[in-house]
Structures are given as structure tokens and as C-alpha cells.
T-cell receptor, first 115, second 113 residues
Framework: DARVTQTPRHKVTEMGQEVTMRCQPILGHNTVFWYRQTMMQGLELLAYFRNRAPLDDSGMPKDRFSAEMPDATLATLKIQPSEPRDSAVYFC?????????????FGPGTRLTVT | GENVEQHPSTLSVQEGDSAVIKCTYS??????FPWYKQELGKRPQLIIDIRSNVGEKKDQRIAVTLNKTAKHFSLHITETQPEDSAVYFC????????????FGSGTRLSIRP
């Protein structure tokens, strides 16, 4: 049963520190999404990639957030410097377009707490 | 831009009764409408989806309906059970190779025993 994996599952850091979250999409999937979930904002799309190329990162605060796909098996989301308002659960999701009919499979999430 | 509105934000029903969650979308080019279920502390999981060429789709106790003219779609859960308690998200997408999925704000469904 192939699944999206994310590391770390939990991260507590102090304000100003760099945070890197990692995602391994399902093998063979060509689309990767990064979402942020808070109680107030629900599921916010931060960025997404198709065949490792960024298609849309308009949801991401550009001054501190960056997303990359160094290779087809790894996506990263980096926050530098982190702030308390970044505290949230960050989900990665992957899919196969067009064959996969645009379904997205979510990872378990990284719960980030910035103090 | 694309917007998806979801109602109600919370819903409590008696076990065995039906639950209905409604969503509207703004982009008339949307043609793919998935529904996700998220249990407490877990990841969102796709439970059912519908495309614009279909008006209704059923899978056991859950069904989705789509009205493209009115730009709204709904999730129906019949004979609700305690394990149906979760947050449900609707979403909409153009379904093209470059499109993204826009999520509604979620509905917290509670099933009363």
C-alpha cells in the first residue's frame, strides 16, 4: 500500500530558526502539493509541482518560504526565519496527472510549533 | 480567482440519520469535485469524487450530487455511524494538467449515539 511519507512528524523550534520539512511522494506520481492547515484557515495551498517544475507558489510567503524538488522522490519546504504564526500542520500530497484523474494522496503531515 | 464555499461549518446528527453537506464554486470551468474526510489527527483521505459529465455518484452509504448550472454540489451520508464523525472537505478543480484543487473550509460532522 504505497503512501506519501513526511519527515519530521513533529517539530518544535524557536522563532528565527530555519525549518526544513521533507516529503517523499508515491513512487511514479508526477505532481506534488504543499498545504498548510490551521484551525482558522483550513487547508491552504502553498505550492505545487508537476514533473519537479514549480507550477504555482502564489500561496506561499516568498520572503521566508521556499519549496523545491531536488529529485522525483523528494520535495522540501523550508521556512527561514520561522515565526510563531507559522505554527500549523504542513501536509504534502502527491498525484498522477492526467492518468490519476487528479486525485491527491496526502502524507501524515508535519506538526510545526514555533515558540 | 476560484473560490469554494462550504456549509455548514459544523453538523451534528443522530446516529442512523442522514447528513448533507453543501458546497458552491465560482469557476464555471471546474469539472472535478472530490470530497475528503479527515479524522482527528489524521491526514485527509479521498472518499468520493464526481466529474462534470455525471450528475450523481453513489458508493454504499455516501453519494454526491452535482448541479453544474447552479454551480453547487453536495455530499450525502445515509444511515450515519459513529465512525463517520470527522471533518469533511469539498474541493473543485478544472481537472487540467496545470490546475490545482481548491478546498472548501470544512464541515465538522459529529454523530450522536
Amino acid at each position: 500500500d504505497a503512501r506519501v511519507t513526511q519527515t519530521p512528524r513533529h517539530k518544535v523550534t524557536e522563532m528565527g530558526q530555519e525549518v526544513t520539512m521533507r516529503c517523499q511522494p508515491i513512487l511514479g506520481h508526477n505532481t506534488v502539493f504543499w498545504y498548510r492547515q490551521t484551525m482558522m484557515q483550513g487547508l491552504e495551498l502553498l505550492a505545487y509541482f508537476r514533473n519537479r517544475a514549480p507550477l504555482d507558489d502564489s500561496g506561499m510567503p516568498k520572503d521566508r518560504f521556499s519549496a523545491e524538488m531536488p529529485d522525483a522522490t523528494l520535495a522540501t519546504l523550508k521556512i527561514q526565519p520561522s515565526e510563531p504564526r507559522d505554527s500549523a500542520v504542513y501536509f504534502c500530497a502527491s498525484g498522477l496527472v492526467p492518468q490519476g484523474a487528479y486525485e491527491q494522496y496526502f502524507g501524515p503531515g508535519t506538526r510545526l510549533t514555533v515558540t | 480567482g476560484e473560490n469554494v464555499e462550504q456549509h455548514p461549518s459544523t453538523l451534528s446528527v443522530q446516529e442512523g440519520d442522514s447528513a448533507v453537506i453543501k458546497c458552491t464554486y465560482s469557476d464555471s470551468a471546474s469539472n472535478y469535485f472530490p470530497w475528503y474526510k479527515q479524522e482527528l489527527g489524521k491526514r485527509p483521505q479521498l472518499i468520493i469524487d464526481i466529474r462534470s459529465n455525471v450528475g450523481e455518484k453513489k458508493d454504499q452509504r455516501i453519494a454526491v450530487t452535482l448541479n453544474k448550472t447552479a454551480k453547487h454540489f453536495s455530499l450525502h451520508i445515509t444511515e450515519t455511524q459513529p465512525e463517520d464523525s470527522a471533518v469533511y472537505f469539498c474541493a473543485a478543480s478544472r481537472g487540467s494538467s496545470a490546475s490545482k484543487i481548491i478546498f472548501g473550509s470544512g464541515t465538522r460532522l459529529s454523530i450522536r449515539p
